[in-house]
């Protein structure tokens, strides 16, 4: 009677020392093994990662606009003080930077003039914004290059939240560019690095995190940039926001066109 032949590996099973085939065996499907655990290991790695710190991404306006300290929301508690400074220049204005549907809508709804430029994304505007940009009133464009309208299109150009994210590279050319749309001048608003934080982690479209400017860095800018401050609004300005109790946590500019 022939025997049945025995698996080797059984009998490593059953108790016995391993044989030398049952060894090369396993080492044959070790490799594998070994394999899928670094692949599983990989995996847990890269989840960690990519939910470590907030968790969360947001977009370059969101992390603007929920920066500590924004100068939007400053434009818009500002607005009856700059109605007082320039009178009749208020009628029709230009806003550049983040939120600027907001800012445009506050101006509408007192029967000015209003336009906007976002200069980041608008993906998560809401429906109020939405219908200003299918009319027309808010448009997205990248200040680093010329603003899409003609000269003297304005009498009043704000800019909030804006430059504070420019090289001097691309503020030589997007300061001209304001003052080249505005027929009575520039109001901007800038960072004040005494009383404002930048956050590195929150990167603009600009790939950097704000810069924020001394005011004598600015007056010395301005000055060889040759653009003058607009002395006869500014006290106007100063004095409206005296009496108000006003004091900007931003720094607030006022230059000739």
Not at 19 to 31: D, G
Not at 211 to 218: A, E, I, P, T, Y
Not at 229 to 245: I, M, R
């Amino acid at each position: 009677m022939s025997r049945r032949a025995v698996n080797p590996g059984r009998r490593a099973s059953d108790g016995g020392l391993p044989t030398v085939a049952s060894l090369l065996h396993h080492k044959s499907r070790s490799p594998s093994v070994l394999t899928m655990a670094l692949l599983a290991l990989g995996v847990i790695i890269l989840i960690v990662y990519f939910n470590s710190g907030s968790g969360v991404t947001v977009t370059s306006r969101e992390a603007v606009s929920r920066a500590e300290g924004s100068c939007t929301s400053e434009v818009i508690e500002a607005l009856p003080y700059l109605k007082k400074a320039y009178g009749s220049a208020m009628q029709k204005v230009l806003h550049v930077g983040p939120d600027s549907c907001t800012v445009v809508s506050n101006l509408l709804k007192e029967g000015k003039e209003a336009w906007g430029v976002e200069p980041y994304d608008l993906d998560d505007a809401d429906s109020s914004c939405k219908s200003l940009v299918r009319k027309g009133f808010v448009r997205l464009s990248d200040i680093k290059f010329s603003l899409p309208y003609r000269p003297d299109s304005f009498n009043l150009v704000v800019v909030s939240d804006a430059l504070d994210y420019l090289t001097p590279r691309y503020l030589n050319k997007t300061l001209p560019d304001l003052a080249r749309v505005s027929t009575d001048g520039l109001v901007i608003f800038t960072g004040n690095p005494g009383q404002q934080k930048a956050k590195v982690s929150e990167l603009p479209k600009f790939g950097r995190p704000a810069k924020l400017r001394s005011n004598s860095w600015w007056t010395r800018y301005f000055i060889q940039t040759g653009l003058t401050e607009n002395e006869g609004p500014l006290k106007k300005f100063e004095q409206a926001a005296s009496k108000g109790n006003y004091e900007p946590d931003c720094q607030i500019f006022h230059l000739s066109s």
